[in-house]
């Protein structure tokens, strides 16, 4: 028992009867717990241990707070409520899934390597297998240890200059940049959109959880295309930063990874892998262009500068 909440952070359920999971503090609807999603309403909400049958029991939703909802908090709310219209509860039991283990079954090692490395160990071992440049691999780890050199890093050493992120108008760090910036919102959307994957949410989610759920072959490319993405986001601000060069449109950045990962793919040993990783960058390309056409851009427009 002194490990249960360290055990669920490494499984989901699969909602049945919605009986055994806990509205708030399981994940059930996503990669996160709704309290951690939406910690506004956890902490006002009157019964923070209802299960998702007590949940649905009624309609409206049986969900009180200890006040009223007002502004964004009615937003989010309404947001959830979106979320949640299509679940249909059924006889069967809930089940739980174990995240570390291809099968979705829990084994004693997987959850003693989670525990003594955090996933570091294997993220590490995964990573320097990696076909791709050495300073990609040099960089993405120092971004899973949280050292680039991000204007909040800088700070901590002492310079003045101005912490604000180049894209908007948010304090520059790893976790804004890489995840909460509206630039890299956008290619994770991308990535959502095209392969059916949640988006990362943070450095931890993205070199732990978001690898884990798939097999090692796929871990290896999934990886490969995070890095480009993330090299991209890094290399248009740096252009920024440094060059003075104008903000980058969405496009620019995306069309950047892909060219990465293009040159990225020729590095790689099987043929099949080289096929998969440029049919996936002329993917995301399409769907881009799409969404693009649809709100009335015109292929003439240059994409670069």
């Known amino acids: 028992m002194k490990v249960k909440d360290s055990l669920l952070t490494f499984g989901s359920f699969q909602l049945n009867d919605g009986n055994q999971i806990h509205f708030w503090e399981d994940k059930w609807i996503c990669s996160h717990t709704l309290r951690q999603q939406y910690p506004s309403f956890f902490n006002i909400v009157r019964k923070k241990h209802a299960t998702v049958a007590s949940v649905f029991d009624r309609v409206p939703l049986n969900v009180s707070f200890r006040r009223t909802l007002i502004g964004h908090n ?13 679940v249909q509860l059924n006889n069967n ?21 989670a525990l ?13 297998k990696l076909k791709m440049p050495l300073k990609i691999k040099i960089f993405m780890w120092y971004l899973k240890r949280g050292v680039i050199l991000t204007k909040d890093n800088l700070i901590r050493r002492n310079w ?10 948010s304090d520059e760090t790893i976790q804004h940049l890489f995840f909460d910036c509206h630039v890299a919102k956008f290619l994770w959307r991308v990535v959502h959109y095209t392969f059916d994957l949640s ?7 993205l070199f732990g959880n978001w690898l884990r759920s798939v097999g090692t072959k796929l871990k290896r490319k999934l990886l490969t295309g995070a890095s480009a993405l993330c090299w991209a986001i890094w290399l248009s601000r740096n252009d920024i930063v440094f060059n003075r060069s104008p903000s980058k449109t969405y496009m620019q950045v ?22 998969e990783l440029q049919e996936a960058c002329r993917t995301m390309e399409v769907l881009v262009m799409q ?3 649809n709100h009335g851009w015109k292929f003439s427009n240059r994409i670069c500068s």
């Open 93 to 113: 039991a809930d089940a739980f899934r174990w995240n570390l283990t291809q099968a979705g079954t829990f084994t004693v090692s997987s959850m003693y390597n």
């Open 116 to 128: 003594i490395s955090n996933g570091n160990v294997q993220f590490d071992k995964h990573l320097w």
């Open 291 to 293: 969404i693009f056409v």
């Open 74 to 86: 009615l937003y989010l709310w309404h947001d959830l409520v979106a979320r949640i219209s299509h």
């Open 199 to 205: 988006p990362p949410q943070s450095i931890t989610h």
């Open 160 to 169: 003045n200059g101005n912490k604000l992120c180049c894209f908007c108008s």
């Open 254 to 275: 995306l069309y950047r990874g892909t060219h990465w990962l293009r040159l990225w793919a020729l590095l790689q040993r099987c043929d099949e892998d080289k096929e």
